[in-house]
């Protein structure tokens, strides 16, 4: 592995994981190059920020000079996967060969299989049923195989659906709790009274930086470590119970989001996923617990904090 604590470690990405994996950086006293393409970043001491479009790979090569490690934190839109992915991730490998740098990938679980009646482990069987589940497997599986011919090292690290603090865009987001700490009505997502796994975002950055920084899991993919499962409904009387409040919570269905996805394409995409909270939706971090440091923050506390965070 070339990493060491003089060369600069390189997030694609300026979005919540990215600024947490900067943290994470930060905490170690790594320094620290974001690169995307607005160029812009909350100015921090030890953090560079760089204007590339990564789909321009001259661009991008410049852009990760002198990188060790880079964090792919980047994605397009929802909506525009199957037709954008591709070539980013190509871009990325090629700028990473070109530099002789490492690869992580922050990933997400859409590749797997429905087990409903197993939990999601890294050997749990590849077979999507979704577009999005088939572009993630096609560009993990890119990742993987820059590792397997000797272009660069990779690994990847798989998260579930985010909770953290001023995390938005997610079913534990700016949907669920501003509602839940107000007394209104949260409108879920699928089934309410189902088990689903849910990643800490700061654990999910911990874990990225452990994986560049150490370097004990090159060419693999790993569960982060993930936060204990419960259903919405609990997660929602957790909540309340913090700022007395009564939970109220009523699930929605694919009608709702066929409505909205008229004038919002991002939606529009959601209802293909739908499946993901009607049945049990657990994920097994054993294989990441077995090898490496880091730990799931203890639920009470990533609860706390998120809800902190959004009573700010």
Same mark, same amino acid.
């Given at each position: ?7 600069? +470690? ?25 690169? &995307? ?31 060790? !490690? ?8 929802? +909506? =525009?996967? @199957?037709?954008? /992915? ?8 090629? @700028?990473?060969?070109? *530099?002789?740098? *490492?690869?992580?990938?922050?990933? *997400? ?7 409903? *009646? ?18 993630? @497997? =096609? ?7 820059? +590792?397997?011919?000797?272009? %660069?090292?990779?690994? %990847?690290?798989? @998260? ?14 700016? =949907?669920? /709790? ?16 189902? $088990? +689903? ?25 790993? &569960? ?19 700022? &007395?409040?009564?939970?109220? %919570? !009523? ?19 959601? %209802?293909?996923?739908?499946? &993901? /909270? ?10 990441? =617990? ?5 730990? $799931? ?16």
């Amino acid at each position: 592995m070339n990493t060491t604590n003089s060369t600069v +470690h390189t997030i694609l990405g300026a979005g919540q994981v990215a600024k947490a994996t900067v943290a994470a950086l930060r905490e170690r006293g790594l320094p620290v190059r974001v690169v &995307h393409k607005s160029g812009t970043f909350p100015k921090q001491d030890g953090v560079d920020v760089v204007a590339a479009d990564v789909n321009n790979l001259a661009q991008l090569t410049a852009a990760f000079k002198g990188s060790a !490690v880079v964090y792919m934190c980047a994605m397009p839109a929802y +909506h =525009r996967w @199957a037709h954008e /992915f591709d070539v980013m991730m190509q871009n990325v490998i090629s @700028a990473c060969e070109a *530099n002789k740098s *490492n690869l992580v990938f922050a990933d *997400n679980l859409y590749m797997y299989q429905e087990s409903p *009646n197993a939990p999601l482990t890294e050997d749990t069987q590849q077979q999507p049923v979704t577009k999005k589940g088939v572009v993630r @497997a =096609r560009i993990a599986n890119m990742v993987l195989d820059a +590792h397997k011919v000797g272009k %660069i090292k990779t690994s %990847i690290a798989r @998260a579930s659906d985010f909770i953290g603090p001023g995390i938005k865009n997610s079913m534990l987001g700016e =949907r669920f /709790f501003p509602p839940l700490l107000t007394g209104k009505t949260v409108r879920w997502f699928g089934k309410p009274d189902v $088990a +689903h796994s849910y990643t800490y975002v700061p654990d999910f950055a911990n874990a990225l930086v452990e994986l560049g920084v150490d370097g004990q899991g090159w060419g693999e993919a790993w &569960h982060v470590p993930t936060c204990v499962t419960y259903t919405a409904n609990e997660v929602a009387a957790q909540t309340v119970a913090l700022v &007395h409040q009564t939970p109220k %919570i !009523v699930p929605t269905g694919a009608w709702m989001l066929r409505m909205v996805g008229i004038f919002l394409p991002a939606a529009k995409e959601m %209802i293909e996923m739908l499946p &993901h /909270f009607e049945s049990p939706y657990v994920v097994d971090d054993s294989k990441w =617990r077995s090898r490496m440091k880091s730990r $799931a923050t203890p639920w009470p506390e990533a609860l706390a904090a998120t809800v902190a965070s959004f009573k700010a």
